[in-house]
């Protein structure tokens, strides 16, 4: 989720670095020293409840310089992300064993944990880094503080930036996503546009990943976990899976926030709390993880993509958006696969296209008011609506249709 004040979106933005060649061990070196001493500065305070600055400072500072030769500055950033991560630890009412972390990366206070200085970042003392590579879009905002991470053989400075958060234009129609395993379906009364998932992909490498740990938990190879290799390549396939998902996630929300801006839509989507709950209490298996996954990282990239480019986004209630008529509200019934016909007025559709116009019905009702625009939305770059026959809306309600404003009818009218 974005984070930020009211006006301001806080981005982080990715800065490829490498330490100087002589410098690289000593680099690696002192990331591992921090990640020991962050370790035991989470038990330390998780043991006294200690979770103030004035407090993590006189429990740990002497030790994190003495026993793991943290630099003054380095030290204090550690037991400050100690503290976030045993506060964090101690509000998760279902947590688990106490944290550890694994990985190597390290918290740096602006100015004083590093410093950006032309193409090379200098850190704590007299470690230099050279920057490789970085996106620009964001190089006039001030630096915030940051996270160097070392992973797969490549250190990335993740730098924290705060940008104005841009303004939302008042949307002249409905971009509705419908997500489902197989495919997204975007589009409205007049357009769709249907997207495959990646989920097939992603699976092929979970199941080598399951392959290689079957054949390598039987009795006979015991000693499976001990064997770093194997264990890394099972490591890999899994990742691999995930960063499958989380590319295409990241792109396929890109692809349709850009579309909706080109057009001045809002963006509409289900609220999918409930689905991915639902996955959840599913028999667990690769492929329900990996929906799931996909789901939510969608979601998140959708939300974070349009507040970042002021687009607005309507998150609608899920219920029924594939069962019920669109255009007057009755149960549909099914007449072949995926192909449902409403018993009342007839209308007939696929399952997918049923869904979306339930999901912009619901996001224009959210709206509440009028549409600000006289015309309607041009959206030129998707395929033509794959009806089998055109929608013929009823009468007051929402028809994206040019030359008027199209005033909403108000769904529901409480009475006392
Ligand atoms: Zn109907």
């Not at 993740?158 to 197989?182: C, F, M, S």
């Amino acid at each position: 989720m974005p984070a930020g004040g009211e006006g301001e979106l806080t981005l982080s933005v990715k800065m490829r670095v490498s330490p100087e060649p002589e410098q690289e061990e000593a680099v690696l070196d002192l990331m591992k020293r921090y990640r020991d001493a962050l370790n035991y500065s989470v038990r330390t305070l998780i043991a006294n409840r200690a979770l103030s600055l004035t407090k993590a400072h006189k429990l740990l500072y002497n030790d994190l310089r003495e026993r793991y030769g943290l630099p003054a500055r380095v030290a204090q950033d550690c037991y400050r992300e100690a503290i976030a991560i045993a506060r964090s630890w101690l509000k998760n009412p279902k947590r688990g064993s106490m944290p550890t972390v694994k990985g190597l990366s390290m918290w740096l206070t602006h100015e004083l944990g590093y410093r950006v200085k032309g193409d090379h970042v200098e850190l704590a003392e007299s470690y230099r880094l050279r920057v490789i590579g970085w996106d620009r879009r964001y190089g006039n905002f001030p630096n915030r503080e940051a996270t160097l991470m070392f992973r797969e053989g490549r250190f990335d400075l993740y730098v924290t930036k705060q940008v104005p958060r841009p303004a939302k234009y008042a949307p002249k129609g409905v971009l509705a996503i419908d997500i489902n395993e197989r495919q997204i379906v975007v589009g409205n009364s007049s357009v769709e546009q249907r997207i495959e998932t990646p989920i097939e992909r992603a699976l092929r490498y979970r199941r080598l990943a399951e392959r290689l740990q079957g054949k390598y938990s039987s009795s006979r190879y015991r000693a499976w976990r001990r064997r770093g290799g194997i264990r890394r390549r099972i490591r890999h396939f899994h990742r691999k899976a995930r960063n499958i998902i989380e590319d295409w996630a990241r792109k396929t929300a890109h692809t349709i926030v850009s579309l909706a801006k080109q057009n001045q839509l809002a963006v509409a989507r289900e609220d999918l709390t409930g689905l991915v709950e639902s996955l959840r209490r599913l028999p667990k298996g690769h492929r329900t993880a990996l929906i799931a996954l996909g789901y939510r990282r969608l979601a998140f990239w959708i939300d974070w993509q349009a507040e970042k480019n002021g687009v607005p986004l309507f998150v609608v209630d899920p219920a029924d958006t594939s069962s019920t008529c669109p255009r007057c509200g009755t149960k549909l019934v099914e007449v072949g696969h995926r192909r449902l016909r409403c018993p009342n007025c007839g209308l007939e559709g696929d399952r997918d296209t049923i869904a979306i116009l339930n999901i912009e019905e619901r996001a224009l009702s959210q709206m509440g008011g009028t549409l600000t625009s006289p015309t309607a939305p041009q959206v030129t770059d998707v395929s033509p609506n794959r009806w089998g026959e055109p929608v013929n809306r009823p009468k007051g309600a929402l028809a994206l249709q040019g030359g008027e404003e199209v005033r909403l009818p108000s769904l529901k009218t409480f009475q006392h």
